[in-house]
């Protein structure tokens, strides 16, 4: 049966944080009969989830209230690292097109409306890179390794809005006014799940086989988190969430969802489970709440108590 953890939490020595987090509630989003979904995201309203197959093919939401599940869009590649506009009533996303062989032959960088299913095709090519959207709507994406921004009007190659970090060939890239950065804080490594805080001072990553860690944005390490995969900001930058999994070599045999505070003194477990294996939390864009699937595939909300 599932366990909640009310109050189990690990604090370090000599930490001086005085927030505490706890569960009070878990709620499924869909069940076992509705199929199997993964990678769940709010949108930027709260008022829908969105997500998609084990394969990243496909996406679908359910409403927050109704529950009902919507499909949205089928094609190839769609559910991975896909973005929202920020009025949030459109999809980014990428598609990827392959030959009858299965040979990936092109890709495609797609906005979709979610109310009226109008679909614009923003950009065609082999060697396409995740969109990003920045606060002024601008689309952010390479292609053939060169970074191209797109507004409702023209394309242009110079960043002037918001900073963002992106990765290109295993390596943290750092725009900010249009002058790009190359970070390696750790040095040679493979970088992962690189994120800005909620005001652009510190850079969130993950580098493969060292841990997690929190610099500021020209690369200084600030935080070492140590283990704390898919590590993801809270809205007000004061937590991340992370999990913990273990595999047999072959598929996930345990995963176990975490908060840890920014300054990495204070640990919360948020689950202990045997029956359920919690993984890829994504935090609500207007509160404490986390989103997250299960092995099976079915999508649950958490709500944190923080005070």
């Known amino acids: 049966m599932k366990k909640l953890l009310l109050a189990i939490c690990i604090l370090y020595a000599g930490a001086g944080y005085a927030q505490r987090v706890s569960v009070s509630e878990v709620i499924p989003v869909t069940q076992k009969i509705d199929g199997q979904y993964f990678f769940p995201r709010f949108s930027p309203g709260d008022d829908k989830i969105f997500f998609s197959s084990s394969n990243y093919n496909g996406l679908w939401y359910a409403d927050q209230q109704q529950k009902a599940i919507t499909p949205f869009v089928s094609e190839q590649g769609a559910g991975y690292e896909f973005a929202f506009s920020r009025d949030g009533k459109s999809v980014v996303y990428r598609v990827n097109e392959y030959s009858e062989k299965g040979i990936k032959i092109s890709q495609k960088i797609v906005k979709k409306n979610i109310e009226t299913n109008e679909q614009q095709i923003i950009e065609t090519g082999r060697y396409l890179s ?178």
């Open 130 to 307: 995740s969109p990003k959207v920045l606060v002024n709507n601008e689309i952010v994406y390479t292609k053939d390794n060169k970074m191209v921004v797109k507004s409702s009007s023209s394309s242009r190659n110079v960043v002037k809005a918001e900073p963002f970090v992106y990765i290109e060939n295993t390596k943290m890239v750092y725009y900010d006014n249009g002058v790009k950065k190359v970070l390696s804080p750790l040095g040679d490594v493979h970088y992962i799940w690189p994120s800005l805080s909620p005001d652009k001072t510190k850079l969130l990553f993950s580098a493969l086989g060292i841990g997690t860690f929190i610099t500021d944005v020209n690369g200084k390490v600030l935080v070492s988190l140590g283990e704390a995969r898919y590590p993801r900001w809270s809205p007000d930058g004061k937590w991340v969430s992370y999990m913990i999994d273990e595999d047999d070599g072959h598929v996930i045999t345990s995963s176990e969802l975490y908060v840890v505070s920014a300054d990495g003194k204070t640990k919360f477990q948020l689950t202990d489970t045997k029956d359920r294996i919690e993984m890829y939390a994504e935090w609500a864009n207007t509160s404490n709440d986390l989103v997250f699937h299960s092995d099976e595939g079915q999508i649950f909300v958490m709500k944190l108590k923080i005070d």
